[in-house]
């Protein structure tokens, strides 16, 4: 069979009937631009505009979906030239590496990865054929070669791609070099900071102590002290606004709140500081800031995202040799029920605050947080995340979440991605489920077209812009 | 699009002859009587077949599906005109509330809500528009002068409504006034009552003593002993009989039972009227008092519902200012296998004891519950429950319990519900819903027509009848 | 309607373009040969291809999925002669308990069982009529007639339902007596056994010490120490190997695994041989010996298979009268994040150990088997086991897996299944299932239509193979 490489109804419903409808919610958003308010992008390529280097270092070597899965069938990550953190040797052949990904390409039939691949290789550079090991080559020479041209700079691509908007996100102790340089250019509220404290908020990185001497220095506030580290806390928000930043991130491994009396919370921050904490009081400090973080969001309005429920670095050699964020992040049964109940018994029925809810264990979808968020008013979910963030993830979604919090205590897409080349690619893939989605309530008698158009418009762009506190369109 | 206020295909698939065979199905039962065993009306409309009030009084303000969702949203409940614990001041204009519905409908799109309230508009009202702010004085006009005729005084929509019998919801110190002023009427045997008695068996209810002084009055029998207790409920047991009981139900926040010998019951049972318990203890009053019920049921030979998971009142502001059932009741993950264990030990073999099982932890659906009930003679399985009273939450559990429990495992349909105008639209929903399921094994080749035709009419009839205990039709 | 008895396109999707897709997928693999690699089919019968008994010895009595539904409603297991413990009496008039089944077999609508009992009949037997009262005893005459015929005794069996390799699974204290048999047949090779260690692995099992010794005599170790209880296993295992195993077995409550220091081994190994342990003890040893396992895999090469989360014997009254295997096991909630960690920390990055996992507990697919098998070499996921053995189950598996684990990091289909009659069926549906699911991705525009062809090959075959480390075809 002649399959096309991108099918134009790729994701719709195979009902003749839901494929029309789904076709035409589709058709009225499809060109609309792209609001990525939540990822991972490098600010430095759009500060420096550099051109990308070949297409291994590009696509493939920092992307954890690829090498995870190459990891998983026996291939080591050396020879896929991952930086090891000892600086060691890795393989430097990108063309080699390029190859093992063509052999075992496979691998990734059926799985968002290739929705996402082939979407780059077709609609991002125009390649014809299909990728394999005998286009391998081709496809290499073809990808880098393009990479070197003005229209694949990263600011051209921003245009092409039609992002009107992306949030990169930077830790509370970055200085946020890149931001600085893009005030006053044409990236200057295009592309906007985030702000995630994670490294000065959880007592169990290795770098806890270093970070907050750091944030000490950058703010001449005292971190020593509970409320020197509160006003520090302050201060880097108030920076972090000026570069445009409307959110904050909070990626914990569970979704614990707690809401301590100032005398416990000093005696437990003297603690962690002197690097003296047991895991259940780690775990309970980083409770506790949640809540602190609730507090200053009320203060600044900022929009609060909460990512709960990663186990981080589960492989610990892998974790030694690479470092973090090396594919071996594993969700885990996460309770928001009892999690949030501290913070949502002090700030819960605020309706200046928003919280943004995401999470990788689906069982919550249905039983806690469409429950949740349809009661609370500070409460919103965020769009499926991670290993979910697929076109059965997203079906789950809507189907879970739907009926009990409706769509309008969503917050729309986030791409959540450091692949800046799949972003457009990730959007689509939203788009089309949604399309698909509405499709066949309105073809089962459940939502009338008319609404349907209007959801489309508003899962695309509305609720975006509201939930992230952006400038309407 | 001029779409059909209700489709008359609504929730059928979109599939041509999946939706052919589910229409044949559905014709089948559609217009088979409505039988209730479980819910939450109330007796005193059946009893003294008042008016009911206006529009927003009726639809609106009791129906915390709705109003949480608007609150969700950042309505104050007292913009809404719910009711104060303190009898503080609440809107009172029911127009201008009915307003405020109109203009967040959009907020119920894709909602079971949505579905019930457009079938009430426009079935038991004969509204021919769509509900918006245009025609929200129409319909609230028109609803309002609708509710002041004969046709719509609570026994004609009963007959309207093809009500076979409707089972309301008591506590255990009710002394039934309405029940008893039915007696001897023509409402007798098809308004019954349903013995609930959590008012004695929490031993955390604010009202827990007071209610065993009010259930000693009531019985005569000494409830500051054990013994006495248990005698007193037996003694409701029987009263709530005599007024057609056939059931009883048990709201718990988890699904643990216990079965303890005497003397730690006696023990216990002194703390708890003591008010000297810690939540364990609580919890393990709760968890025996299931096993008491359930032995009170083999003595009697009521069918005991068990609704277990629903965390109650988690805003506690909402809770001090409007009180129960106010929207703040979330599922929590619930856990059958351990919970159930000390019961199943004690009686679990019993065929002549019946156990209605309801959960709002769907995770549960194929691991634990359809196991169990796919086992032991005692139980049986509720139909999908709150949240889950929707056309994906029914999809799930029949795709989830059907393949280890069958379908002769469970109870049939129950609306619970205490908005009686919508119980028509819930019934055509499990209706639809069941029609539709039954219609895709059929296209699939899974089931005969002539099994899925016979399988319709004891979904919607006999199992209830049978799980219920009541009259064959 | 006159539906057929089997429709030739049962399973697949009722939309004209999948199913189309679907029969052209399913063509290409339906006639392949089916690979067995784990069951619990009795070996002896291959070793002494006696005939097999009547309908209902054969049929009815040794299967759990159908007496563990009629007792759900009521029947005694007595009644349908499943033997006693205490050799008390049963029912022995086959044609009686024949009669019970199909008086009752409308409770099997919708599941798995009908749809294998029906192949069975339809396609096993040659019946050509709905199996029911009116039919029963020309299907108990017409079955128990066949049986006494050369063409279904069980080699001719295997024959006929084209079975290349069939494992049987056996304990460690075992003397392979009916393997043994086989040895230098054309039984050899093709029908090979499985090491299951739990009768020595698991202290909580009645027979354990007795197991020790039974252990110390076949192998002359010394299983009064640790070092020597190890080397029984390994010796065992060396047995085993003999007779064509290629894999082990472990079905342990939860999942587990423990990484002790020897002395603490050794210590917590005397306790266990001295009954003297407690339930977390006891848990903790069978955790160790998963990890002690795993490195006896690497050793010598035999891949290990851990079926995770069984809550065995939950009715102590039925396990008292008649046993194991009685349905009455549940599955629980499991947790494989934390359960594995000690284990993965030890071996996880070892490419030459295969673990396949398999759970009861659905919630796990998306949330950690998947992500654990997308990222360590030594993980692949067995197929949907027991009670998701099953249409839906299937269905729910590949769409919660895929996405993150791909196809590649799965095992193929396993039947696990005692009941040999009904092993075709069980592939068929596997077949059938996995047709439709890569249908629905093609007419998605999610998969190319030769990725697809080359895909159902892999899960059909290469796939197996591979994951047992079987000869390929």
């Known amino acids: 069979m002649n399959d096309p490489l991108l099918d134009p109804d790729r994701l719709f419903s195979a009902n003749p009937r839901e494929r029309e409808i789904a076709r035409t919610l589709y058709a009225g958003i499809r060109a609309l631009p792209i609001i990525s308010p939540h990822g991972h992008t490098d600010p430095s390529w759009f500060a420096n505009n550099d051109y990308f280097p070949d297409a291994t270092k590009l696509l493939l070597i920092p992307d954890h979906y690829l090498f995870r899965m190459l990891y998983s ?46 979407h780059v290789f077709h609609e991002v550079f125009g390649l014809e054929q299909a990728f394999s090991p005998d286009t391998a080559d081709e496809f290499f020479d073809q990808i880098s070669a ?16 039609n992002i009107e908007l992306i949030a990169t996100t ?71 606004r000026e570069f445009g930043a409307t959110a904050t991130d909070h990626g914990h491994p569970t979704a614990a709140t707690a809401d301590l009396d100032r005398a416990a919370c000093e ?27 609730a507090g200053m969001s009320l203060e ?25 964020d090396k ?85 729309g897409f986030n791409d959540d991605t450091r692949a800046f080349l799949s972003i457009p690619a990730r959007h689509d893939v939203a788009r089309r489920m949604d399309a698909r989605f509405l499709a066949s309530l309105v073809a089962e008698g459940r939502l009338r077209m008319g609404d349907a158009e209007a959801l489309i418009q508003d899962l695309t762009g509305n609720l975006v812009r509201q939930a992230y506190r952006l400038s309407p369109a």
Request: net charge negative; with cysteine; charged share 25%.
């Open 327 to 411: 594919g071996a992040d594993i969700p885990s049964p996460t309770n928001f029920i009892d999690g949030l109940a501290a913070l949502l018994h002090r700030y819960g029925n605020e309706s200046a605050l928003e919280i943004i809810l995401f999470t990788l264990d689906e069982t919550t979808y249905a039983r806690e947080l469409a429950p949740l968020a349809g009661h609370f008013p500070c409460l919103r979910l965020g769009p499926p995340w991670w290993f979910h963030d697929s076109p059965e993830g997203m079906l789950r979604y809507r189907q879970q979440v739907t009926e009990t919090a409706g769509f309008y205590n969503t917050a």
């Open 146 to 161: 393009s990479l070197q041209t003005e229209a694949y700079r990263p600011r051209a691509l921003l245009d092409r791609f």
């Open 73 to 118: 069938q026996g291939i080591e990550l050396e020879e896929l030239g991952v930086p090891r953190v000892d600086g060691g040797a890795v393989e430097t052949d990108m063309r080699k590496i390029w190859h093992i990904l063509a052999d075992h390409y496979h691998l990734f039939r059926g799985t968002p990865s290739s929705l996402w691949m082939d």
């Open 267 to 293: 005696q437990l921050f003297a603690r962690c500081r002197a690097g003296d904490v047991t895991a259940e009081e780690a775990e309970l400090f980083r409770a506790q800031m949640l809540t602190e973080m």
């Open 170 to 240: 930077e830790g509370a102790v970055d200085d946020l070099p890149h931001h600085r340089a893009m005030a006053g250019t044409a990236m200057s509220g295009r592309v906007i900071t985030t702000f995630r404290p994670d490294d000065v908020v959880d007592p169990e990185r290795e770098d806890f102590s270093e970070n907050l001497v750091l944030l000490a220095d950058l703010t001449g506030e005292d971190t020593e002290t509970w409320a020197g580290y509160l006003d520090a806390l302050r201060a880097r928000r108030a920076v972090f």
């Open 300 to 324: 600044d309005g900022m929009v609060m995202q909460i990512h709960a429920g990663a186990r981080r670095n589960v492989n610990p050699e892998v974790f030694r040799k690479f470092g973090r």
